[in-house]
């Protein structure tokens, strides 16, 4: 199943799908708005606690499409510059924002402690155009590669 966060809205419907990721129960590869979804998550996060969620997953016989892009389903654009996801949250990094991006086992982790309770703004814009869903192309990958664009003079 496709979740669209943006479809969702304050539902109880989103919140339990943020808790079936919260629980490893589902990863973010099928969200279409990862960088919502990832801050949804921060506000449900307990203060003092790292939380760790599946963000994606990148196996060995994936097109070279898709292993252009570390993790594959998320693309971020800054001025026609893709940056990977890992050092993006790098701009966040303080003593409020504690994010980090694993690899292990051909899957990519989120790894979340926040240390006090306040909002996280990720600076991004989904770019819905470029947005697609990867089944389309390939018939045996699932979930949703979606891009964004860092938003202007907010970095």
Do not use: C
């Not at 979340?112 to 703004?121: A, P, V």
């Amino acid at each position: 199943m496709k979740i669209h966060y943006d479809m969702l809205k304050e539902t109880k419907e989103q919140d339990r799908i943020v808790q079936d990721i919260l629980k490893g129960k589902r990863s973010l590869a099928d969200v279409f708005d990862k960088a919502a979804f990832i801050e949804k998550i921060w506000e449900k996060a307990p203060v003092g606690k790292a939380l760790t969620v599946k963000l994606d997953d990148e196996k060995k016989n994936y097109p070279e499409i898709l292993l252009n892009f570390k993790p594959p389903r998320i693309i971020i654009q800054d001025n026609g510059k893709t940056i990977p996801f890992e050092e993006y949250l790098k701009r966040f990094a303080n003593d409020d924002y504690n994010m980090s991006v694993s690899f292990k086992n051909e899957e990519y982790f989120l790894t979340i402690k926040k240390t006090r309770d306040i909002k996280l703004d990720l600076k991004l814009k989904l770019d819905r155009d470029k947005t697609i869903d990867i089944s389309k192309m390939f018939k045996d990958i699932k979930g949703i590669r979606t891009y964004y664009h860092v938003k202007k003079n907010e970095l």
